[in-house]
């Protein structure tokens, strides 16, 4: 059962409804404030996956390797556009808050929920964990954060929000049966270093989130798909060469 894909997706939608109905009573330094909690609470997500890291060198070049490709090929650019695509039907089936924003700020800030919710780098490496391990527990403190998070953003943008647990749902359930066919091919190592790989993504994003440094988390994606085989290369093959 996915359940953390499930839990996930329910803490948007039932966070953006929340959100909707507070509407103006949170003050901007509220909604200030608490996104720094939530920068602080990836970044520890992140360094407790970090520590069970086994190959370091090959943890290392999967994140410079995949964020170098992601940079390449503008990977964090389609991931806008695939947004984009979303935010239609969606703004279009849902009603919109009446907001000081303009329609241009209006369509940028809804674009930033759909990537945050659908396509960040912890949603995609908890899915994966979860897909492959049957460990839920990234998915499920994710939520935590998301329910407040879809919350803050519907108190603008409205009830709009809570669509958004659609396709986060489609998405990372797709992303939780692919996680099931790779599982039997890894070894704990290369779980491990995946996990590690996945912290580092969590760090970045809570650097992010507490606006320290813009870290380009989705073109850092592809490394999360680099991570095991290099892991196991660097098992199999370049250790024995260096003993």
Known sequence: MPTGVIINSLSVLFGGIIGGLLGDKLSARFKTEITLIFGVCSMGMGINAIVVMRNMPAVILA???GTGIGLAVHFGHWIDRGA???EKPISKLFPVRKTTLTDAEFISALVTVIVLFCA???GIYGTLDA????????????SVLDFFTAAI??????YV??????PQFIIFYIIFLLAKLIFPL??????????ACGGFLMLATGFRMVKIKEFPIADMIPAMILVMPLSWLWT????LLLS
């Open 84 to 86: 984009i695509l979303m």
């Open 186 to 195: 890894t070894t704990p190592t290369m779980i491990a270093d995946f996990k």
């Open 63 to 65: 994140i410079v390797l």
């Open 120 to 122: 960040g780098g912890t």
């Open 153 to 158: 953003f519907a108190c603008n943008l409205g």
């Open 236 to 239: 199999t093959v370049i250790m």
């Open 131 to 142: 897909g492959m391990t049957g460990n839920s527990t990234i998915l499920i403190s994710k």
């Open 161 to 166: 929000v809570s669509a958004i647990a659609i």
